[in-house]
Each structure stands twice: as structure tokens, then as C-alpha cells.
């Protein structure tokens, strides 16, 4: 990883753009900001006598600088290489951390037993002992497990045979808390003659490395390209309907991570509404959409931005009879995973994702549209409305169900 961050350092050329699109920077006074703790800090802490600054801390991982950057610094890059030396010096493990960077092992425990721990994560009284105990932050909702995850209700279909492959990267999420999207990106891919092939697969190893656990990151990484590998080697595409597995997948693996072949996997990866405006293009895809009357205001992801894609969701929401889209386009949410989630991130995780809250009033819709299951968590905590993805929209458009958007 030094060679690859040497190289971003001596790109950078001190324009201080990243700073002034860090939302993180404009709301946490002693935060200097991507231009001083990437590029600056990071050459400081080349040298293992200069002692690491703390508040590299609270760098979200959103990736606004990167996106801004014109001189294509990998502030991602050395942003991750800081937090995880900020790691490697603290005495105890941080288990709080440690866990929040484990969200599929954490899903695994809690699916034993899913009403009662639903139960248990919803009680006051709970909330109140894991802010105590771990510093979780109290006013936060956790989000509720399915009954049944994807996995399990994928694994008990019948196969769809077809010579067109596609696999699919799910991301613990989907799997465990919000499968109807899986099923609907499922959907709409056989929809479209394509047989969906669900290989072995974890987390994408973004939670371990926001978190500072670089190496165990990588291992996760390690462990999805050895999986899809056999896949890739035939060709098929491999889609994604989290936006930050898509963007791990697509680049970091590569570029972070530098684990062997994933420049190719890149090549091979889709995010899913990228794939399916790929299909129109192609004039293959299915424009037999029912109407959905209703107003909507659509979020992008930042980790959906920094895929240089434009806006696939937002292209084929629009394509729907009758529902008239708005975008939210005011930056970051704030929650950025896990980050939101800790008590000492929890205001400013807030007061980041105010402008969208405030949009999202202004439009005054009663749905809400986002690729992310965490940013869906975030704009529903701040303005209590309902958050659907996109697949599920238009699986619901393609089926009639507008009727049921309610029990999406
Ligand atoms: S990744 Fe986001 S929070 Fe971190 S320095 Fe860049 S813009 Fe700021
Ligand atoms: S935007 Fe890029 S070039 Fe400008 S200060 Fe930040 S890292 Fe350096
Ligand atoms: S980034 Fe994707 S795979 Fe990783 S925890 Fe989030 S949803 Fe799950």
C-alpha cells in the first residue's frame, strides 16, 4: 500500500477543493479537513516518530473529497492508511468498533432467534445499556432483521434456466434486513431472461475497513474474489444493488485493497440500475411499466457518485408512468454506515444530513428513494417517511402493485 500512497501524495497540489466539500469539515470544529489529514498528515505519519492525529477519526469515509479532487488524489486511499495506523496504536481493541465492522457475523447471531431480537434491539431500556456499555448512540433505531433472509428464500426457488448468466452480490443488508430488494432485483433480471446465480459470498470488508481494520478487510475482500472468480472467468456480469459493495467490488478491491484480479472483477461489475439503463440502451429493456401515482424524492449515495455513472436509479425511476420524481441532491446523509450509529458522531451525523431532511419537507413527498439500506435508515430517522430502493419501485411498477406501496 506505501508505493500506491506515495504516488497519491506527490499528486496532490494543495488546492484545498476536497476540504471544501467535506461535510464533515463544515460541521466538527478541529476537523482541518482531507487536503491537511490526506495528503498532509499522511506524509507526516510516513515517519513513525511523529505521533498520529486523533481526529482522522472523523472522517465519515463518504468520498466527497475524492469526487472533487481535480487532481485525482486517492483520498480514500490515504484516509484508510491513517485510520488503520490510528488502530494499530490503540492499546485495547475497541469493541465496539470491532463489532460494528462485523455487520454479517452480528446479523448471523440475531437471525437465531429474529422476533426476539427485534424485540430486544427496539426496547428503550436496550439503546440505554448499549450507549452505556459501548457508546452506541441511544436516539438511534437499530434496523429490524427479516424473518427470512435473502439466502434462505433464494435457495428454496426453483432454478430459472437460461444461456444469459448474471451474478448477483447482495451485501449483508439486503440478506438480512431488507431482502424484498434482493427478490426485486432477482425479479426484474429474470424478468429480462437472465438466469441469476447467488455464489458463496460476506460482507464486502467496507464496514472492517471504515472501522480501521484494514487487514481484515482486505481478508474479506480476499475471500469474495476467491468466490466469484470461477464465475468472472466465464464472462458473466457480476451486479450489485448496494452501492458501496458495487464500489468496493469496482475499485477498491483493486485500488485499496490490491488484491490480485480484482482489476478484472472491476471490469465485470455492475451497480443493478446501471445494468438495467445498460439494457435500455441496448433496446432491451422492458418498457411495459404501470403507473405508480405518486410523488417521490430520490437520494444518490455518495458511494453511488463516486462510481463516475451519473444517476441509473434516477434515469429509470423516470421512466415510470405517473411518478413524478424529484432529487434530494443535497450531498452526504450523514450516516455513513456504521459511523452514525456512534454517540460522539451522532449530532454531527445529523446536522450532515439536515439539508437533505429539509429537501426531503420541502418536496414533501410521502416516499423516499435511495440505493443504500444506510442511507434509507438515515432520511427515514430524520423525517420519518418511507424508504423503498429503486428496484423495489420498479419490480412493483413492472407487477401493477401500486396499491401496495405501503407493505413495500
Ligand atoms: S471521505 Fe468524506 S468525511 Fe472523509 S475527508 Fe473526505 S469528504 Fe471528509
Ligand atoms: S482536492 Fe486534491 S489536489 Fe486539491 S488539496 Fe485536495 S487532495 Fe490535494
Ligand atoms: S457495504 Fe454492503 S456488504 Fe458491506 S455492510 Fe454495507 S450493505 Fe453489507
Not at 435500455?280 to 418498457?287: I, N, P, S
Request: glycine share 8%; with cysteine.
Amino acid at each position: 500500500m506505501k508505493g500506491a500512497i506515495l504516488g497519491d501524495l506527490d499528486k496532490c497540489i494543495k488546492c484545498g477543493i476536497c476540504t471544501a466539500t467535506c461535510p464533515v469539515a463544515a460541521h466538527k470544529p478541529g476537523f482541518s479537513g482531507p487536503k491537511h489529514l490526506g495528503a498532509e498528515l499522511t506524509r507526516f505519519s510516513l515517519d513513525p516518530q511523529n505521533p498520529l492525529e486523533p481526529e482522522a477519526d472523523y472522517c465519515c469515509n463518504c468520498g466527497s473529497c475524492q469526487e472533487a479532487c481535480p487532481s485525482g488524489v486517492n483520498i480514500s486511499l490515504l484516509n484508510v492508511y491513517y485510520k488503520s495506523k490510528l488502530k494499530e496504536q490503540q492499546r485495547w481493541t475497541n469493541i465496539r468498533d470491532s463489532l460494528l465492522g462485523r455487520p454479517a457475523a452480528l446479523a448471523k447471531i440475531g437471525s437465531f432467534n429474529v422476533g426476539l431480537t427485534n424485540f430486544i434491539l427496539r426496547q428503550q431500556a436496550t439503546k440505554g445499556l448499549l450507549e452505556q456499555s459501548l457508546a452506541l448512540a441511544q436516539d438511534r433505531s437499530f434496523p429490524q432483521y427479516a424473518e427470512e433472509s435473502f439466502t434462505k428464500w433464494f435457495a428454496r426457488r426453483r432454478i430459472n434456466a437460461s444461456s444469459k448468466k448474471v451474478v448477483y452480490f447482495l451485501g449483508c443488508f439486503t440478506n438480512y434486513n431488507r431482502p424484498i430488494t434482493g427478490k426485486s432485483v432477482v425479479n426484474i433480471l429474470e424478468k429480462h431472461g437472465f438466469q441469476v446465480l447467488v455464489p458463496k459470498q460476506g460482507c464486502c470488508g467496507l464496514p472492517l475497513m471504515a472501522n480501521g481494520y484494514f487487514t481484515k478487510g482486505r481478508q474479506q475482500g480476499e475471500a469474495n474474489v476467491k468466490a466469484i472468480k470461477p464465475l468472472l472467468e466465464q464472462g458473466f456480469p457480476i451486479v450489485s444493488s448496494c452501492p458501496s459493495c458495487t464500489l468496493m467490488l469496482k475499485r477498491e478491491y483493486a485500488e485499496i485493497f490490491e488484491i490480485a484480479g480484482a482489476e478484472q472483477l472491476g471490469l465485470q461489475v455492475y451497480d443493478a440500475s446501471e445494468f438495467l439503463v445498460k439494457l435500455k440502451v441496448e433496446g432491451q429493456l422492458d418498457m411495459d411499466m404501470k403507473p405508480l401515482p405518486y410523488k417521490l424524492a430520490y437520494h444518490a449515495p455518495c458511494h453511488l457518485k463516486l462510481q463516475g455513472i451519473g444517476l441509473p436509479s434516477y434515469e429509470l425511476l423516470k421512466l415510470i408512468p405517473e411518478l413524478e420524481v424529484f432529487e434530494i441532491d443535497r450531498g452526504c446523509c450523514g450516516l455513513s454506515g456504521s459511523y452514525g450509529y456512534k454517540r460522539e458522531k451522532y449530532e454531527m451525523s445529523m446536522a450532515i444530513g439536515k439539508k437533505a431532511f429539509d429537501r426531503i419537507r420541502e418536496i414533501n413527498s410521502k416516499y423516499i428513494a435511495t440505493d443504500c439500506g444506510g442511507c434509507g435508515l438515515q432520511l427515514h430517522h430524520g423525517t420519518n417517511r418511507q424508504v423503498v430502493h429503486p428496484a423495489e419501485l420498479l419490480w412493483s411498477s413492472y407487477e401493477g402493485l401500486c396499491s401496495s406501496m405501503d407493505n413495500i
